[in-house]
Structure formats: C-alpha cells, structure tokens
C-alpha cells in the first residue's frame, strides 16, 4: 500500500522564510515549515523574528513541523542546523526543495552546501547533494547538483 501524502501546492503546506540576523555580509536566515493555514496567536515557541516582526493578523501557520537554518554569504548558501517535528522527514523534504528550486535556484548560479560530518549523509545525497572529495572533517562539504548536471559529470 502507497504512502499518501498532501502535495506540495497543498494549501496545508506553508513555507515562511525569516532574516534572523546580518552581519559583515553573512545573512543568517531560517525556513519554516508549518502544517495548516490558520491564523495562530503568538507564542514563545512559535515567535516571528524577522525584522520587523509580522503583526499577528499577518502570520500564518499553525505548527511548525520543519525547519531549516542556513546561511547566505553573496551566491554561497551553507544549510547550518535543520530539525523536523513529524512522522518522517517529509516536511525536511519539502523545505529543502522549495530552498533548492525557489529561493535559491541552481539555474541562477546559486551555490547551495551541507557539511559532510552529519550521520543523516544519505538524506543530503537523495535530494542530490554531493560530495567533491572523498574526505570527511570539519571542512567538507556536500554541494548540491541536480539530476540532470550529475548524470552529465557521471555518463
């Protein structure tokens, strides 16, 4: 039996993306993933800290079931923390497609990377992050390329 899940154009997905911070050129921002539409009274665990904050009347959501930190620093991306509040990671999926091909899109010569060091690499490699060098440390890192630019590299 088949696994269904709400589409992504689904009106119960919606993706919120916050500058958090700024500084000598590096933008911290993060990328929300929440689960319903409605509009939610402000809390201490759902609270707005773009700049300036959104009145409530404004935000929209309900639970937050994914979220991606990342760093941007000119056309490099660098996905720093990401968390999930879900069955599977299907909300992390989601987030990083709509980070990969809306926000920062390849086509548009963004560079977009993960650290290497994680125990989740095989998450990063099934949404085509891939690694240059065969080394792991603190430094390294996987890059995205998407299915087409990797079958060129690798046929």
């Known amino acids: 039996m088949a696994i269904r899940r709400p589409s992504i154009n ?3 997905w919606l993706f919120q993306d916050f500058l958090y911070f700024e500084d000598d050129g590096d933008k911290l921002r993060y990328l929300q993933v ?32 994914g979220q991606i930190d990342y760093t941007v620093n000119q056309k490099l991306v660098t996905i720093d923390n990401w968390s999930t509040n879900w069955r599977d990671e299907w909300p992390l999926r989601l987030a990083v497609n709509y980070l990969v091909n809306c926000l920062y899109p390849y086509e548009n010569k963004w560079v977009i990377r993960v650290k290497k060091d994680t125990p989740v690499d095989s998450f990063w490699v099934s949404e085509y992050f891939h690694a240059t060098t065969n080394e792991v440390g603190p430094e390294t890192y996987l890059y995205f390329a998407p299915r087409y630019y990797t079958q060129l590299i690798y046929y």
Not at 39 to 53: A, C, G, I, V
Request: glycine fraction near 8%.
């Open 10 to 12: 689904s009106p119960t």
């Open 34 to 65: 929440k689960w319903d539409g409605e509009p939610y009274t402000r809390t201490s665990s759902t609270f707005d800290y773009s700049n300036p904050p959104y009145s409530d009347s404004q935000q929209r959501g309900g639970e937050i079931v």
